[in-house]
């Protein structure tokens, strides 16, 4: 059931956005691990040339408890999280992210911000232009309970 939801999420949020992505994912349900291989084609509808683009990786939040997420989850006090085991609270590992000519781009990800990712374009994106990137990465689905999440999330947004 949360995988459905998560792929639920992710499909509807490309569904409302400028932007295509195409979504290819293989399920290991007995891991609780998703293996996606993503093509993000990056619109560029301002009129600035644009040298990176930065994805926010909500999932690997999860990964620590020092996260802004872990401490927000303290703050609710939702301590399954906190006492969860490493494996149980999620992740995201890039395998890699290449452009269309399958040439690497590189990225980073802030130690302080772990939930954002920067790629550093191989070739810049003019305004009105498009690239597509393509990104391959797993996923562990947090163990947390859903019912807290959703209650998080809906407290964040009114």
Same mark, same amino acid.
């Given at each position: $059931?949360?995988?459905?939801? !998560?792929?639920?999420?992710?499909?509807?949020?490309?569904?409302?956005?400028?932007?295509?992505?195409?979504?290819?994912?293989?399920?290991?349900?007995?891991?609780?691990?998703?293996?996606?291989?993503?093509?993000?084609?990056?619109?560029? /509808?301002?009129?600035? /040339?644009?040298?990176?683009?930065?994805?926010?990786?909500?999932?690997?939040?999860?990964?620590?408890?020092?996260?802004?997420? *872990?401490?927000?989850?303290?703050?609710?006090?939702?301590?399954?999280?906190?006492?969860?085991? #490493?494996?149980?609270? *999620?992740?995201?590992?890039?395998?890699?992210?290449?452009?269309?000519?399958?040439?690497?781009?590189?990225? !980073?990800?802030? #130690?302080?911000?772990?939930?954002? @990712?920067? @790629?550093?374009?191989?070739?810049?994106?003019?305004?009105?232009?498009?690239?597509?990137?393509?990104?391959?990465? #797993?996923?562990? @689905?947090?163990?947390?309970? !859903?019912?807290?999440?959703?209650?998080? $999330?809906?407290?964040?947004?009114?």
């Amino acid at each position: $059931m949360k995988i459905k939801v !998560l792929l639920f999420l992710v499909l509807s949020y490309t569904c409302f956005s400028q932007h295509y992505s195409r979504i290819n994912v293989r399920v290991n349900a007995d891991n609780k691990t998703l293996f996606i291989k993503q093509e993000l084609v990056y619109n560029n /509808t301002s009129n600035d /040339t644009i040298n990176s683009i930065v994805l926010n990786d909500w999932n690997n939040a999860f990964s620590s408890k020092n996260s802004d997420l *872990g401490k927000r989850f303290s703050d609710e006090f939702i301590r399954a999280f906190h006492l969860a085991k #490493e494996d149980d609270r *999620g992740y995201t590992k890039i395998r890699s992210i290449v452009d269309d000519n399958f040439k690497n781009i590189n990225w !980073l990800r802030d #130690e302080n911000q772990i939930d954002v @990712i920067k @790629i550093n374009l191989n070739h810049s994106i003019s305004p009105n232009t498009k690239q597509k990137l393509i990104l391959t990465y #797993e996923v562990k @689905i947090p163990m947390i309970d !859903l019912q807290s999440l959703v209650l998080i $999330m809906m407290a964040n947004c009114i």
